[in-house]
Nanobody
Framework: QVQLVESGGGLVQPGGSLRLSCAAS????????MSWYRRAPGKERELVAS????????NYADSVKGRFTISRDNAKDTVDLQMDTLQPEDTAVYYC?????????????WGQGTQVTVSS
């Protein structure tokens, strides 16, 4: 079965860094657009960053541009999110997402989420 397993979340002080990782299995990873979403308490889920299947193009939310970097390793079936200069407003549950066309139409797979808390 398809699984997206996330790791790397935790508690960090403002200005600190964390690196999230998502390990995928059960899908042809290199065919999928990979993204990180987040959901802060009381807010809707939002797209944080995405990276195309070959890693040639990335997209970031304005709020994280210059601070976060998404990357993928298709040989390891992983996608990472390097988060620098973290701010309290970055506190959220972060979710790994795989988007593709496994049956000829768009379909999403989701990870379980990992908590990121930015607080002094």
């Amino acid at each position: 079965q398809v699984q997206l397993v996330e790791s790397g979340g935790g508690l960090v002080q403002p200005g600190g860094s964390l690196r999230l990782s998502c390990a995928a299995s059960g899908l042809t990873f290199s065919r999928y657009l990979m993204s990180w979403y987040r959901r802060a308490p009381g807010k809707e889920r939002e797209l944080v960053a995405s990276i195309t299947s070959a890693g040639g193009n990335t997209n970031y939310a304005d709020s994280v541009k210059g601070r976060f970097t998404i990357s993928r390793d298709n040989a390891k079936d992983t996608v990472d999110l390097q988060m620098d200069t973290l701010q309290p407003e970055d506190t959220a549950v972060y979710y790994c997402n795989a988007n593709g066309f496994p049956a000829g139409s768009p379909f999403d797979f989701w990870g379980q989420g990992t908590q990121v808390t930015v607080s002094s």
